[in-house]
């Protein structure tokens, strides 16, 4: 991208298992000069919990954090400033950048749902143009939809000899409902009698892991060496996703869009088994590939699991790289 070679760009995003880093890599490789800063002050889980719900108790830190940043910066003029899911940053650090970078063209990214992110709807109108992958936040706020993106190690993996040493598998955090949804999703191939599987429960603190062993049934036979509490790390996502032969994906119930993970393994040439009816809509949808179950009542087929992959037209896919993604955000501005 010509209009990007050589630009100053100020990007801020919370770190999502190095992500953040592939995305400031492609856009360097367009030839931006690209200053990064992770959104939150902290990614120690304990934070985490403080900054989200203890907010006013972390406001200090929150504000002595950002203005470091400010000062770290020194008065450096930006062309463009791209922020991805700005949960914790305060809405006055978005006036103080405009001021210091006049000019400067504004670009915001949810990967997440506004429903579970309030906080974000005071900064909204602070940026030239709004990207959500959430079909519904585009309607309610006016922002365009853009899906995510996958990473050019899972092409690699659809690339690769099939070597499947898992009938299905599991990774992700363990919110909501998704360990009742998972134990369903269980008995349904226990009765295919496809029974190998690979599950990395992830729960960000100890404490949390307790408290739900107490108050919901689902936990009550999940011992604590079943659970995570640290996310897995990326070429350990890449081998369990290279040697399944389903992955399951369960978003949140309070978001339409799609997870990162629905796009990974569109990426990765691997069957998919999600309850996001929304992936219908979405131009590499193919029955053969995608599964879409009940979250109350899901069942698997036979013939999806015995069914052969269909490969998806490389047009399609080229639209879900890191680079199609840095070139679909960055048009309109």
């Known amino acids: ?46 934070n985490k919990v403080m900054f989200r719900i203890f907010k006013k108790m972390a406001r200090g830190n929150i504000e002595t954090y950002y203005q470091d940043i400010l000062n770290r910066i020194d008065n450096e003029m930006f062309d463009y400033i791209f922020i991805i899911k700005p949960e914790n940053m305060p809405v006055t650090f978005i006036h103080k950048l405009k001021l210091i970078s006049p000019n400067v063209k504004t670009i915001l990214y949810m990967f997440d749902s506004i429903k579970n992110y309030k906080s974000i709807l005071e900064k909204i109108n602070e940026f030239d143009v709004k990207y959500s992958f959430d079909r519904d936040d585009c309607s309610n706020y006016e922002m365009s939809f853009r899906p995510l993106f996958y990473a050019q190690e899972f092409e690699d993996i659809r690339c690769q000899a099939v070597d499947y040493q898992y009938d299905y598998s599991f990774v992700g955090t ?14 349904e191939f226990a009765v295919l009698k496809q029974s190998s599987k690979y599950y990395y429960l ?19 036979k999940l011992s604590m060496s079943e659970i995570h509490f640290e996310p897995l790390s990326f070429p350990s996502l890449l081998d369990i996703i290279r040697k399944s032969k389903i992955v399951i994906d369960i978003q949140h119930p309070k978001q339409s869009g799609l997870t990162m993970r629905t796009i990974e393994i569109l990426g990765a040439g691997r069957k998919l088994i999600t309850t996001n009816r929304d992936v219908k809509n979405y131009d590499f949808y193919n029955s053969s590939n995608i599964l879409i179950v009940d979250r109350e009542k899901p069942v698997i087929t036979k013939s999806f699991v015995d069914s052969t992959y269909v490969n998806i037209d490389n047009d399609v896919l080229n639209r879900y790289t890191i680079a199609g993604f840095i070139k679909e955000i960055f048009k309109e501005v």
Do not use: C, W
Request: hydrophobic share 45%.
């Open 202 to 220: 992830y729960i960000p603190m100890k404490m949390m892991y307790f408290a739900r062993k107490i108050y919901r049934h689902e936990y009550k």
């Open 1 to 46: 991208m010509e209009k990007l070679f050589g630009k100053n760009i100020l990007f801020i995003s919370p770190r999502f298992f190095n992500y953040e880093i592939l995305i400031m890599h492609a856009l360097e490789k367009e030839g931006a000069i690209v200053t990064f800063f992770n959104e939150r002050p902290s990614d120690k889980g304990v």
């Open 174 to 187: 363990l919110h909501s409902d998704r360990m009742i949804i998972l134990q369903k999703i269980e008995k």
